[in-house]
């Protein structure tokens, strides 16, 4: 799809500049890795073994590892690799836990790491129907991103967006144990996962998510292992997340304070101890009825106005 910049009334191409090396794209991403994907830089061209990482980086919010892979050849199989440098790094957690330990001067451990929610993220100019076709299974953990430079220095990073098959990657024949087995221990998250098929935090969900994507049908779910996050599309933040609670939802707003927002009922709470967990001030909004709903749809409306204001659309 082109890209045009508006000039005196008039729409004029911007002509794209591709990189000239693999290295320049990862470099620049690596230095805003925390912009682009919300992640903090750990490692680059890190070695396990006898094979190389690109760049190591690791998700605060989901106490997880991503690997990031930079592509420039389309011929490369999207399973095959992703599988190798997954089952590479839950062969050796202890590694990869001592290599973030010793670049950011911490004391995690094994148990520390939500190894569940381990990713890999492609990164390449493009990709072809079939390699966009590989991701397309029940909890694949992969992710496809085109990152195009153009004139003016400008950048977009794109994320290749899949319809999920109800199919899982365990059922297809012809893959190694290696891959069954990484597979069966990495986990991409459902709603059904967080709330069941029925009881009263799904019904008030049903309502609450009908209601979000009539006003914003824009956003896209994003469920995690213990919330279900809003995010709009090719943005790694979640405006906010959505929990279960023993008699209903709550709701989390993410890098907010209890004072950001118009509260007439002074229902707001803060999350406690946020940004010792998710290095964030949080803000929550319990849901227990129809009413909630429509009270929460007043602070969900703020929210999204603040990051819209924020981080743009």
């Not at 592509?71 to 290599?99: T, W």
């Not at 520390?112 to 381990?118: A, E, F, G, N, V």
């Not at 609450?208 to 943005?235: F, R, S």
């Amino acid at each position: 799809m082109p890209t045009f910049k508006k000039q005196n009334g008039k729409l004029l191409q911007v002509k794209e500049n591709a990189f000239k090396k693999e290295k320049d794209l990862q470099e620049l991403t690596e230095k805003n890795l925390e912009t682009i994907f919300g992640l903090q830089f750990v490692a680059t061209e890190y070695q396990v073994q006898n094979l190389f990482i690109d760049t190591l980086g690791y998700d605060l919010e989901n106490k997880a590892f991503v690997i990031i892979e930079y592509k420039r050849d389309r011929s490369f199989s999207i399973v095959d690799q992703g599988f190798s440098y997954l089952s590479l790094m839950l062969n050796n957690k202890a590694e990869f836990v001592l290599e973030f330990n010793k670049q950011k001067k911490a004391s995690l451990n094994k148990d520390d790491i939500d190894w569940t929610q381990s990713r890999v993220i492609f990164i390449a100019r493009s990709f072809t129907t079939h390699q966009q076709n590989a991701v397309n299974f029940k909890n694949m953990p992969f992710e496809l991103w085109e990152a195009v430079q153009f004139e003016s220095d400008l950048i977009q990073y794109r994320r290749i967006e899949t319809t999920q098959s109800v199919e899982s990657l365990t059922q297809i024949k012809n893959i190694t144990s290696e891959t069954q087995k990484a597979a069966k221990e990495v986990k991409k998250y459902t709603e059904e996962d967080l709330l069941g098929k029925d009881g009263e935090s799904h019904d008030l969900h049903i309502l609450l998510k009908e209601q979000i994507l009539q006003i914003h049908p824009d956003l896209v779910v994003n469920p995690k292992k213990v919330y279900i996050g809003y995010q709009i599309p090719n943005n790694w933040r979640n405006i906010f997340n959505v929990l279960k609670i023993r008699d209903g939802l709550r709701i989390d707003f993410t890098r907010s304070k209890v004072k950001d927002f118009d509260d007439p009922q002074k229902r707001l709470k803060p999350v406690k101890r946020s940004r010792d967990y998710f290095g964030q001030d949080m803000t929550m909004l319990e849901v227990k009825n129809e009413k909630d709903v429509r009270y929460a749809m007043l602070i969900i409306q703020q929210a999204y106005d603040r990051f819209i204001k924020e981080f743009g659309s």
